[in-house]
């Protein structure tokens, strides 16, 4: 079985500051990792994804993550928080591109001015 | 981009009605289409999985004769929440793949309240 756990349900940063989502998995097989950002009273939308290739992966609104094995962690990272990156953050994992998502339990982000 | 739409995107209905949802994939033909369901200030939890054609598979725990879905087409599943009840006040996601590898785009969402 999969699992995601992601550490601290809300995080606050001031604008311009670092942001560090954590996010560590559980599975027995290689993993599919996703990180997905949801927006009030609003669906996902992905931000990026590990699917076994390159490591450091690079998504969309500057964030990148990490997958590190030996850790079973992919957190989520930005170099300077915007106010518009406020939202919720979902980590999940799945067996493949096509197979249901386990998510984590999501990471609020506020971001302060 | 690939788009999936829900409809509706919020309804209001009383105790004991019927309630349709609808998914679509607006612009590619989805193999595979997912339902989750999210409380307030929780995460989402799978419902089921829908393939074209056949039956869905539904989650431990999740009735199926409460939550029909059917998945006529390969750009179209619906979700019917029979004889509704409070406690099935929730916001309803579905998801589909099929466009590019590894990825799965999820719908607005569909925020249902039961009186």
């Known amino acids: 079985a999969q699992s995601v756990t992601q550490l601290g349900s809300h995080v606050s940063v001031s604008e311009g500051a670092l942001v560090l989502l954590r996010c560590n998995y559980s599975?027995?097989?290689?993993?599919?990792l996703f990180w997905y950002v949801q927006y009030p009273n609003q669906g996902l939308q992905l931000l990026l994804k590990?699917?076994?290739?390159?490591?450091l992966v690079k998504g969309i609104n500057g964030f990148e993550a990490e997958f590190k094995k030996s850790e079973t962690s992919f957190h989520l990272t930005k170099p300077s928080a915007h106010m518009r990156d406020a939202a919720e953050y979902f980590c999940?994992?799945?067996?493949?591109?096509?197979?249901?998502?386990?998510f984590g339990k999501g990471t609020r982000l506020s971001v302060i001015a | 981009g690939a788009v999936v739409s829900q409809h509706p995107s919020w309804v209001i209905c009383k105790s004991g009605t019927s309630v349709k949802i609808e998914c679509r994939s607006l612009?590619?033909?989805?193999?595979?289409m997912f339902w989750y369901r999210q409380f307030p200030k929780q995460s989402l939890m799978l419902m089921a999985t829908?393939?074209?054609?056949?039956?869905?598979?539904?989650e431990q725990g999740v009735e199926k004769d409460k939550f029909l879905i059917n998945h006529a087409s390969l750009t179209l599943s619906t979700l019917t929440v029979t004889s509704a009840h409070p406690e099935d006040s929730s916001f309803y996601i579905c998801?589909?793949?099929?466009?590019?590898?590894?990825?799965?785009?999820f719908g607005p969402g569909t925020r249902l309240t039961v009186l």
């Open positions: 999940a994992v799945s067996l493949s591109g096509n197979t249901p998502l386990v």
């Open positions: 998801s589909a793949d099929g466009l590019a590898p590894d990825t799965q785009y």
């Open positions: 599975s027995s097989v290689p993993p599919y």
């Open positions: 829908s393939n074209e054609g056949s039956k869905a598979t539904y």
């Open positions: 612009d590619f033909q989805a193999t595979t």
């Open positions: 590990y699917t076994s290739a390159a490591t």
